[in-house]
């Protein structure tokens, strides 16, 4: 296993033979409070077989990367014992029994809570406390007002903020602080008798009262007693005014490890019981514990209790509640076991176990999960209902399971429905004494952004230079962050962007820029690899022009779910065909997998299940935008209209049946025929995944002749272009790229709301490129387009315009030998030019035949460019190489009507030119006449770069 820091690049055989599995934190401190004296869980056997320094993280899972540690310290000791996260980053609170990070220690263990936001900056340190021993144990956030509140929770043997204090015996603190790090009150929790009071698991409601639970040896608030150590729950409201308590307990000791609230404003309590608490304890004759879970409502009124067990003890140290997509509220218990539990299979040593309980106190699953040695689970965190996280310490590698010199941090994953899906183990070094080198994970928080925070502390080192205690034998605080997903920021070597907004602009994930206008539905991506990953979107004429389409609708497969997003729609988002509602910042679980997450009034985010993730944008309800971050796993899986992020931007334009279009496209190319790139991702009937109202298809959105021309901004007039480009700088674009778009946008919609979609386009790009991220390639500029369809322009010389026999196309010419001329000036300054046209041969040309050879070709500025010979008799051709059969290379052939044969060739030709006029010279040699042989053209377009 690899080593986190430069420093720990290498291994060394410790000399000290490992010790028993017993907590290296010292005493009194938080970590040794699982069980009053006498009263211990029983430990494995020393472990053998030292094989060097600790793991670092060992990614399971492709992608799954440690973001940064934090290391803080000096010479006294400093551990975390608790975590919570908000988008704005992680709060951790534990002690010290001095100086941390220059604030002024107060007495023997303080208090200290830290800042730290995603990007690895601490914002800021506190430290608080009496002249006696103060422990915080437990931190819960409340973000839903702003500024956001903070609430620590612990206990003191001393008076913390000038609150009473009777005797020597700890009473439970309860502080709050706002998002800056200001206190805001702290309360004293004492019993009566001034028996030990202590608090160890804090939680927020969805209305920002906060919950307290810990433990009692006295009588709290006018409780009963029940017998020795009892569980309390207590509920303050966010001015810090008590609203009740509850005692709970049995004749024998009753510890809470965990509270959490539901959505429906239910508390849950979780601990382990010595004694019979919510059903008969397991092994009542010896002294053992159960697992132990207990539901209130919002008015402390006991709703129901549960109790789990083995022959041996269970030890509780966290619960989590999320809420799913129907409604349902799922309860998630930690703890860890030495035996096989409720139906589990025991590893060996001590086990962790994970139980799911709904909201009326069924149990629903229990997973068990750990090494030959011991696993002890400290923390649960929820992602908001998709995935849950248990953090602790292992004294075994959990790859190899084997044992290992010292005690290593852990994360562990798992879906809502109890998949296992990964586990990480991080280990420290310690040159200055490698005898100390013991590292445990206390608390872990999940944010929505799928960044996973596991706070602790370590006897060892984790940073290059060293900044720990110089082998003083004690501890520093540990912050770990770890991403299990894309990011909104930039994530490199683990994803990439790609993304379609305005009239729509797309930039594939290989980072290549187009405009497309197709007119219905398409998919723009896709796996291709038969996964069941898929993007589709219908894109609908603006207003009912004729020139630009917008995105009014993105479809999407979630794991085995349909999620539709639908404008100027009520509900604007449908799963499965059903109508959902979402509040504003909520976040809720799918029922296949992955999360729905409305971040704003305007805006959602789609998590898929692994890393993958999709932002839709309405547009001030004018037309959608939409973002993806997707992991590096999925290069070269993908196919659809963003491409098939391969790395290689040249061949992003594919069909279905694997057909390269090249790097850049002709207006033909994305929109003409049955094999342009509009018609290959055309959504069929029975791969939509879209809702439609009564008799509604795909094929209802479906206009296959649209666009008619390309529309670009070498076509606005100079007045449109300056208005245009006031509204979109006034706006902020300052991008050269999306400033041509949004420009275009806004002069041909006349809607100002495109200036605001190429701002989040351009923050999108500065926010997930993070200054790293290449400009996207931009195509070429079309210049020039004629399709012939009323008249000819005075730029072609001669023009006169003919009509197929079928009468379904009217094209330029027909031309015998002479030639057809193009000249255009005052082009804008360019490296490149593209030439495409439908070339028509018509009527019985004999190619390489007896009466030919009949010769096609044109020039650029005189010089020759391209001939060859075709032919639509049994004669060979020399296009698209010599000998090739007659109608080689036509997108159709006969198809047109004339007697004599006919054949259509979609043609392209790029070249280096930089002068400012172009003319153009088209011509055939070697016909007979325009009744035997004749040519036409039709969609000539010229493009620039």
Known sequence: MLAVSPAASHKEEKSKPPAESASPWPEGHPALQLYPPGETVPLAAERKNSRGFSPAFVPSSVGNGLAWIKQMGGSSTEVAQAAAATVQGVYVAGSADGSFNGNTHVGNNDFIVAKVNPNNAVLWTRQYGSPAQDYATGVATYSVTSPHSIYVGGYSAGSMDGNPK???????????????????????????????????????????????????????????????????????????VLQWVRQVGTAKNDYARGVAADSEGNIYLAGHSFGSLGGPNQNPSLLTSDMVLIKYDTNGNLVWKRQMGTTTSESVSGVATSRQLNGAIAIYVVGYTSAAYDGQSHSGGTDIFMTQFDKLGNKLWSRQKGTAGNDYPNGLASDGGANLYVAGRTDYDMDTNTPETSRNVFLMKYSAGGVWLFHKQLGSINLLNPMMMDDEGFGVAADINDNVYVAGGTFGEFTNPVTVNGGNDKSDLLVVKYTVGCQDTFTANQCSIGYGWGDPHMVTFDRLSYDFQGAGEFILTKSATGGSFEVQARMEPWYNGASVTVMRAVATRVGADRVGFYQNSTPFVKVNGAGVTLGNGELVPLPGGGRLYRKDAWTYVVYYPGEDRMIVTDVSGSYMNVDFSLSLARMGTLQGLLGNFNGNASDDFRLRNGTSLGSFLTFAQLYTGTNSLASSWRVTTAESLFDYALNMTTSSFTLEDFPLMPVTTASLSPEEREAAEAVCREAGVESFFLLDSCILDVAVTGDHAF??????????????????????????????????????????????????????????????????????????????????????????????????????????????????????????????????????????????????????????????????DLSLNFYAKGLSGLTGESWGLDGVEVQVR
């Open 166 to 240: 009777v005797g020597s015996a700890f009473d439970g603190v309860l502080m709050k602080l706002d998002e800056y790090g200001n206190q805001q009150w702290v309360r004293q929790l004492n019993s009566t008798n001034n028996a030990s009071d202590q608090i160890f698991a804090v939680a927020t409601d969805k209305l920002g009262n906060v919950y307290a639970a810990g433990n009692t040896i006295g009588t709290l608030s006018g409780q009963t007693p029940q017998g020795l150590a009892d569980m309390f729950l207590a509920k303050y409201n966010p001015s810090g």
């Open 755 to 916: 200036a605001q979609g190429a701002v989040l386009a351009q923050n999108r790009e500065s926010q997930s490129g993070g200054g790293h991220l290449p400009p996207p390639v931009v195509g070429p500029q079309t210049i020039y387009f004629a399709h012939f369809n009323e008249t000819v322009g005075e730029e072609w010389s001669p023009g006169s315009l003919s009509m197929t026999p079928k009468g379904e196309k009217i094209f330029l010419g027909e031309y015998g030998e002479q030639e057809a001329a193009l000249h255009l000036s005052r082009l804008p300054e360019h490296t490149q030019i593209t030439v495409s046209f439908d070339l028509l041969i018509l009527q019985g040309w004999d190619g390489d035949g007896p009466y030919g050879p009949n010769l096609w070709g044109f020039t650029v500025d005189g010089k020759e460019v391209f001939e060859s010979t075709f032919s639509n008799t049994n004669s060979t051709q020399s296009y698209p190489k010599p000998g090739s059969r007659h109608g080689s290379g036509a997108e159709s052939v006969n198809a047109l009507g004339y007697p004599s044969g006919d054949s259509l060739y979609k043609m392209k030709f790029t070249f280096e030119h930089t002068a400012r």
